[in-house]
Structures are given as structure tokens and as C-alpha cells.
T-cell receptor, first 114, second 109 residues
């Protein structure tokens, strides 16, 4: 596609439910990031995928959070037993191989846990 | 992960002013550098890359100082539309990206 696509754009869920967020990177982009951004706050790193290497999961805040990516395609971020503090915008970004390129962000999924 | 540090601001400047932001990074092996702009409730968007020789794009000038491990962004003749949060990004080996927390700029009439 022309850009990074994220779905859903908005999600309201009840506390305790599981949610799954999806990111479709730009075709051919080997690197993919998930970030979380709470209202008025900076970007909080969650997880990083680079090609077929083991992902860097060091930013995942708890074992309720997990993410998968098959090859260089779609990635899903799953949050189990959602809590109110999980409310935030979840941003996905992708990039071609190599360090000379910046990343392109999707427009994010706004998650509200009620 | 606090390898990239920025002054959070806010910077409040009048239209037409010149404003500069600095960003420091801790990893001397960092390979590429960028400034991103994030408008309220929007995703970050690439503003410009930062090259070792410095680079300019209209009213915006970016510079890199590898010896001191900082990058800067200079905005001349500020416009109301420049109001946003400016994010410093440092790209390490293997495309591993580090974001600063951002500097908020408000340009006032």
C-alpha cells in the first residue's frame, strides 16, 4: 500500500477484555516498530521487528502485551485483560532496510478501556 | 531507553522569531539522525534528515555534532503553522530507532 495502515482506528473495550491491533507496513519494509503514546506524553517504545531476527521485546510493559509479525508482513499487537492504564494511541511505524531512512508511521489505533 | 534527550519545552515564541532545539544522544556509534514533527493528536511525520555537513530546507536548518553527540534544529521566521512537537530520532546499528520525548513549540501571533 501507499502508507502504513493500522486498524481499527478507534477501539473502545471493557476492562478485562482482550484486544488485537493490526499494522500493515509499507510493502518491502523490513523494520517495524510499535509505540504507545498516552495523551500529552511522548512515544513509549514497545517492540521492534527487524526482518527475520528475533524481535526486541524490551519495551513491552507486562506479560499481558505480546506482538507477532510473520516475515516482513502484517504485525499484530495483542493486549490481554485490558486495564484502564492501557488507554492510549498505539502507533506502528515501518522502514526499509538500512539506517539511512526514516520511518513512516501509521495514523494509530486509539484504544479506550472503560 | 533514555538514550536520546531533549528539552521538553514548551517554547513559546512570537511569529517571525528564530528558535533552536537541541538533542543529545548517548551512543557514539549512532549512524543516522532525523527530526520528526508531531501535530496534536496526529502521528509523527518525518521533517528532515540530519547530515554530518548540516543541511537546510527552507526555513529549517539541521546540524549534527558527532564529537559532542548532539543534533540541532533551527527554525527561522517562525510561522503559526510551525506550532507542533519536534522529535529527535537517532538511528543506531541495524535500523534500531530511538526517539527523544519531544520539544513542544508554540508560535503566537
Amino acid at each position: 500500500g501507499a502508507g502504513v495502515s493500522q486498524s481499527p482506528s478507534n477501539k473502545v473495550t471493557e476492562k478485562g477484555k482482550d484486544v488485537e491491533l493490526r499494522c500493515d507496513p509499507i510493502s518491502g519494509h523490513t523494520a517495524l516498530y510499535w509505540y504507545r503514546q498516552r495523551l500529552g506524553q511522548g512515544l513509549e517504545f514497545l517492540i521492534y521487528f527487524q526482518g527475520n531476527s528475533a524481535p526486541d521485546k524490551s519495551g513491552l510493559p507486562s506479560d499481558r502485551f505480546s506482538a507477532e509479525r510473520t516475515g516482513e508482513s502484517v504485525s499484530t499487537l495483542t493486549i490481554q485483560r485490558t486495564q484502564q492504564e492501557d488507554s492510549a494511541v498505539y502507533l506502528c511505524a515501518s522502514s526499509p532496510a538500512g539506517t539511512a531512512y526514516g520511518y513512516t508511521f501509521g495514523s494509530g489505533t486509539r484504544l479506550t478501556v472503560v | 531507553r533514555k538514550e536520546v534527550e531533549q528539552d521538553p519545552g514548551p517554547f513559546n515564541v512570537p511569529e517571525g522569531a528564530t528558535v533552536a532545539f537541541n538533542c543529545t544522544y548517548s551512543n557514539s556509534a549512532s549512524q543516522s539522525f532525523f527530526w520528526y514533527r508531531q501535530d496534536c493528536r496526529k502521528e509523527p511525520k518525518l521533517l528532515m534528515s540530519v547530515y554530518s555537513s548540516g543541511n537546510e530546507d527552507g526555513r529549517f536548518t539541521a546540524q549534527l555534532n558527532r564529537a559532542s553527540q548532539y543534533i540541532s534544529l533551527l527554525i527561522r521566521d517562525s510561522k503559526l503553522s510551525d506550532s507542533a512537537t519536534y522529535l529527535c530520532v537517532v538511528n543506531e546499528y541495524n535500523n534500531d530507532m530511538r526517539f527523544g520525548a519531544g520539544t513542544r513549540l508554540t508560535v503566537k501571533p
